[in-house]
Each structure stands twice: as C-alpha cells, then as structure tokens.
C-alpha cells in the first residue's frame, strides 16, 4: 500500500518508506522528528541523549504563515519553541516566498543557529495554496535542509494534469505527509508519511525493551520508525480503497473537485452579491456574501457571513465553516467527497444567496 | 464513558478529565507535556514559546527502571533527552525505591535543576510490579512535583481485592494512563489519560487557527487537550465494553487473571523442571524452563527458553513471549483475555514441559 501511495503521487519509490500514522500532525510529527535528530547528528551531538537542554546550536524550522497549525504543535511537542520557528511571508497567492525564506535561512546561519527543516504547503488548509515547491527545494538543496511537504490534503492532486506541475518536485522532498483519510475518503484515523530516509526515522525512534525483542521478522517494523508502540491496522482500509478506486479513479475524484471549485469561483464572480477573497486553489474555495447596496460595514459583513455559516450548517444541505483571509471573514467550501458535483455547486450558490439575503434583512432591520 | 473510567479505578470525578488518545505511549506524552508545560509556567517561563532552547533551569524527570519504554520515547520527543531521565533502582520486587527517588530529586535541586515530573509504574510491563504508589505520592507532594502513574495495563486492577490497597492512591497521582484496548478488550486503538488538571493540558495543547472557529460547542473539545487535531470516535467502543460488563464484570475479569498468575506461580514452583525469576504480580509471570540434571550452562538456558517461546508460538496454542529479568531470559506469561481460565495455566505448564525437555535434548547432542 505504502508503494502504492508513493507511486500515485509520484514520490521515489526505491529505498523510501511509507509509515501509516494516527492523522497528518501524527506525520508532521514524526517527519521533523527525524529532520532535527538528524541536523543535530551533522552537528556532532546526539538529540536523543542531550535533549535541547545542552545549551548548543539553536535549532530552527522554516515554515510558511500560511501552514497548518500542527506544524505550530510540532515545534512545541518537540521543545523546539514557537520563537523558533520561522513564519514566511506568503504572497498575494499565500504562497510562501523563496526569497524571504533565503534571507530567513541566512540571517539564522549567521546568527550561528541550525536550520533543521522547512516546511512547504502541498495544499495550504485555509486557502488551498501550493508552495512553489521547486524553487523551495533548489533552497533546501543549497542549504543542506530538510524539505517536508505538508500535503496532507492537497498532494493527491498530483493525480489531477491542472495541477501536476506544480507537484512535480513532490519528489525532491525529503518527506511528505498525505492523508487517506482526507480525499481517499479512508475512515479516520490515517496518516501517511513518506520518507527517502527511513534509517534517519529509525535512529530517531528506534527502541527495543526486553519484552519486545522476540517474534519480530525481516520486514520493517513500524514501532521503530515512530512514537507509537501499539496501533490499528490502517493498511488494510487504504488498501481497500485504492484497489477500488485504481490510479484513473482517484485521479478522476481529485480532478472533478479541483473542477467544482473553479465552476464555483465563477459562479461566485458572477454573482453580485458574492466576493472572491482568495483565487480557487485545488478544491478550496473563499469568499464571502456581500450584499450590494445595503448600509453595512465591515464588521457586519463579517458577522453576517458567520450567521449565514450557521444558517448553512443548521438546514443540514451543506457545511460551509468560516475561516480568516486577510483579516475578513470567509465561508470556505473545500470540496472532497466522492459524490460531489456540478449540482452541489449551484445548490451551495442558492442556499448561500437565500440565507443571505435573508439575514441580512434581519441584520438591517435590527 | 471517562466518568465510568475514573470512577472503576477510584480516580477523583469532579473537575478531572479523561481524554481517549491512541494508546499509552500519546497519553504519557500528553501528561509529561503537561506537567513539564506547567513547571516551566511556576518557574516563570513560557515552554511553547521559548522551547527548552533558552538555556534556562534543566527539566528533569523521575521513573523507575523498570518503566515502560514508552516514557523514554516521551523523553526524547520532548527534547528533554535522556541525560535528564533519572532512572531510579527498583528494589528485589521490583519496585522503585523511594529512598532512591528522594535522593535523586534532592540532588537535582542542589544542582539547580527542575524536576518537573514522577513517573510511577501502576504495574510494570516487564513484571507487574506496582511501585509504592502512597509513599511516591508523599514524596511528589512534599516537593510540588507532577505525579503521574502508568497504569496502562495494571490499573484496572484496583479493583481487584487482592490490590486495591495498592492502587488507593491512584486518588492522589495528577494523572493516570490506563488503556482501554488491554485488559478491557476493547479493540486498537484506545489509551485512557485521566487528569485532575484539564487546565493544564489545554494551556499546553490549545490552539485553534481560523479555519477552525466555528462549529465547536460547549463540551470539552478533544483536540485543544492534546497534539492531534482529527480523531477516531473510541469512546463508542469503551462504552460498549463497560456497559456489557458492568463493574461487577471487569472486577471479575481482572481477579481472575490475576488469580490465574498466582495459579501459575504456584504450579512453577512445584515443578523441579521450572524456575520462578519474579514473583508473580498482577496477571504477569516470569519463569523459566531449567531442566535438573542436564549439563547446561546459563548462556544454553537462555538459548533453550528462547526455542521454547519460539516452539509454543508454532504450535498455535499460546503466545509466551521471552524478556530478560535480573540478566536472564526468562518466558512471560500474561493473563488478560476474557477466555483465560485454569485449564490454560495447566495446558501452558504441560506444553513448556514437554517442548523443554524436547528441545534440551536436541540442544544437548548437538
């Protein structure tokens, strides 16, 4: 299963590993793991033994202000400390730039700190936005750093011909994080993480008890490669799932999604009442209900999008959460279900204008 | 389902919290986060920002050397590195010495460090010992330390009879592991953490970014309370387990295979063949098969045990492990399934029996 998902997606298959992991922070997680134990081995010293406690090189991570908030949990869980942990300017795309990120680099080199991984979107989770992936790995190259792609929902997307380009260089990555459990619309929980070093994740976590020794065989042995000693079976479920799907089928279920939400960023560019707040990116869709020729502010508009969130929610048609894009609030549709289509699209359209519409009667009235 | 889980294993309801994480392993990361988190806080700084990179007071933890492999991995993934993991001697039962304990606390203070937490083990893996849980309680009150006890598997137990004196002062420890998925039978994955300091967790945990706002309610909401964000309903399967059995039925299910060790121990003991390398303690047994009047010296003993546990997984009709207690290879017996009874414990003593003196011939001619 594990060359399977490497395969799809096009990352190098020989030598590398796929771990299953609790969810997307569990593989975040286990990748920056390895990443730091390893930059600190470069180093000369031993992370597992000293700890950060050593007062040694100041270890530092690079990640995009755009990246999931487990990166943040990451760079706490591992003691690294948010200070730590340098947030990239995004452009007007929320795309992190290379070129803050390289004067980042250099200033903490020069500083005398330890650059030990950066972090790229496959797919930011607000606004669907990808990294430009090649230009981060020409950096992670020069500067002998960890590249991990946080694609967790996104780097299926590799399968869609819109968007392969832009995952090409999936396979310059170190390690990637890639959820069944998202667009393979696999049972929670699962994790994927795929790693071209995997004696790097074993150095980091390997550890054999007394009572663990006997009874294992020639095939790697998850436990080693991860904080988890006991866990499921999730090989089976994604398994399941690709065999049914095949290569064409998932690669048709990204493809359409990726396909509504442009067909909905038209829709909402048409609408005059509707506002685009972020360019449609893979399935992910922000914008907002702006009435036109009504007496309200800012502030109201932002509070009339959330009502109309939880409008949206409680007619049980549809579920629309809100989110933050440039300061303004946002109904963020994400489409990733199998049955999801061009019917969906215009429904979703309606129900927002008739809520909308509707409350912000109330709202004036008021 | 947390309420029923406390109240079985005499844990304080009110204000606590239980959180279903994936295993024992997430929940002593989830207490040791916490506890380091909240010494880091009384110390005056702030751990998730500044990490343990600032070169302030060194975090230091206390577990017996019999612990758990799984609070070293805690340790190394904090970053607080083994060097400051005391591992305090056990005594001839294998239980921590708290003499030992308090004077590596005193030490530590001396040389200005922070002891932040106590790791008790509420049933070791190895042996089943249960550390002096009262008089570690007493130390860890008399220094203002985070008590937390391992009880993964063993602290079901209190509500056998035969330990629930031991197991009072589970009431006193800051939190508990205790998994669902073993003695319980409840299926992978499901570890229990119960914690008098819900506050705590979620200072250390909590964060919650804009695209994900909306939508929660008033209930305690998993995922600000620990590292991952997305997870698998376990409470349904807990439930079950309880609701079927009642407390009248996990009583009856731990005295039973703690009465099956004891059972066990005592038809060792009476075989001339056997050797007993432990006391038996909660439903573990540590014996050997050492056959009288054979010319065998210890390296072939342990060579012989290790093609016993080997020979009784191929014949399919047990699993018996091997471990290494006081530097021998010793055969671990562990009752937990709901089907154990007596004929198990004879069939188990005939089947060593027969594959022993099978294989120490062959292990003699050779």
Redesign the interface.
Known sequence: VGRWIMELVGFPVEGSLCLLL?????AN?NAL?AACHHAAERDGWN?????????RQ??VLYASEES???V??C??????????LREIQADAGFRMRPDALRQAIERDLKAGHLPFAIVACGGA??TGAIDPLDEIADIAAEFGIWLHVDGAFGAWAALDPSYAGEFKALARADSVTLNP?KWLQV???CGALLTQHPELHRA??S?????????HSEAPWPCEYM???????RALKVWAAIARLGRKGVAELVTRCNGLAKLLEARVRAMPDFEMLAPASLSVVNFRYRPAGRSLDGAAIDALN?RI??AV?ESGESHL????VHGKTSL?ACFLHYENDESDVEHLVRLVSRLGSSLADQLESA
Chains 1, 2 share one sequence.
């Not at 550890?207 to 009874?215: A, E, H, K, N």
């Not at 904080?227 to 079976?233: C, D, E, P, R």
């Not at 959460?321 to 933050?324: K, M």
């Open positions: 609790s969810g997307g922070s569990a997680l793991t992370l597992r033994a000293e700890g950060l406690q050593s007062g100041r270890l999931h908030s487990s943040q949990k760079v706490e869980q591992l003691g690294i400390g948010t200070n730590n989770t607000n459990h049972p929670l929980d980091a976590f550890l054999t008890p007394d009572y663990l020794v006997s009874g904080f988890q000693l006991t866990y499921g079976n959330v969130s939880n929610s959460p809100t989110t933050r963020r």
